[in-house]
């Protein structure tokens, strides 16, 4: 364990609102994109609600690794801890007819819908835009979008990776592709959304704010989000696409290295960690040189320039694999640091708790889950200079706000909300 990190504002200043105080987020989905999708929001200040099955709630809350606890016999998910901070939970059957009318109402006071169910599946219970409130946002994520020939194909994360195109360019040239070590198509596509989820916003609130020629001031609509898992990824392919449409080239895997530019790797060191440096280009070739005590390599012919090296690219990285191998990690990154070359160690998790860097900037944060205490995890990211580094609330019990919010917020009678409950409604 590394050490404590501590995230307290010690200006004595009270915390400032986020940007999104006063906007309320309904979070109808499961797993991981479009809760994320909430979260990423929830994290700028809105007021985040999830809406859960009353039995099981989100799949998230069953999927491991799982800490120990007297609450449930499985344990207590982890992945959950994570991603489902920062709202609070109430339950609802969106099967049920009344589930359904519940849900309306509270959907009439809340500014964001984020969902991401098969198409087509929320208005089978009446609860697409069209049965909603017109002034929501309503981000709807899916594995290939709300139309054309795939959209009603069923799929997860890794479908998004295949089909828009990275897949196909990760691993080794002469190896199966190997997936990403986290769920990316997932976050990419909850971050691109949260991103159109604010800009609908504003254009909602633009247009309420502004007067006609004769005073009176407009209604703002809503706007509704497609945002399918493979567009998310289609659109950091790089010059992939530009390649193929105009060259005919068809990108492959490359594993570590770039075929235009070397001496580029992740790198091996005497305790098993790997390093990456990155060294293509003239003025950091010549400072490894110089690093690896290897200045002659500089004034070399054959790597005399950054085409040369990257024709010889398992020579020259031959060289830098042999020099960092004899080393410690720490001590390759030292050499390279000295001399400005850019590097950096392949970190684990145990690394990232311990990095000097990283508490220094607050990038971990305790946060205080309901059922196992603190719980140090990644801090809310990007931040505001200025402002300290928010803290988000512990991922909450199933159905942990169900009185705050159906009694206090929509206006359902305790004994209604009883009788809710008994039926499975709630």
Known sequence: MGPAVSTDDTSGEPTPPGPLQGIRVLDVGTRISAPFCAGLLGELGADVIKVELPVGGDFMRTIGPFVDTDESEAGYSLFWAVEGRGRKSVTCDLRKPEGQALFRRLAAHADVVCENFRPGTMEQWNLGPDSLDPRLIFVRISIFGQDGPYSHRPGLDRLGIAYGGLLHLTGERERPPVRPGVTISDYLTGVFAAMAAVAGLYQRDVQTSTKDPQGSTGTGTGSVIDAPLYGAVLRVLEWTLAGYDKLGVVRTREGNRLPNSAPLDNYPTSDGTYVC?????????????????????????????????????????????AWTSGLAASEVEATCIAHDVPVGIAYSAADIFSDPHMIARKDLVPVEDPVVGTIRQQAPFPRFVGRPTPTPTGAPRLGAHNDEIWCGLVGVTPEDLHRLRESGVV
Not at 308 to 320: T, Y
Request: some cysteine.
């Open 277 to 321: 440096i990155v060294a293509g280009s003239g003025a950091n070739f010549r400072r490894l040189c110089e690093a690896m005590d290897r200045p002659d390599l500089a004034s070399d012919d054959r790597f005399s320039t950054l085409a040369r090296r990257a024709a010889r690219g398992d020579e020259i990285n031959g060289i830098v694999t």
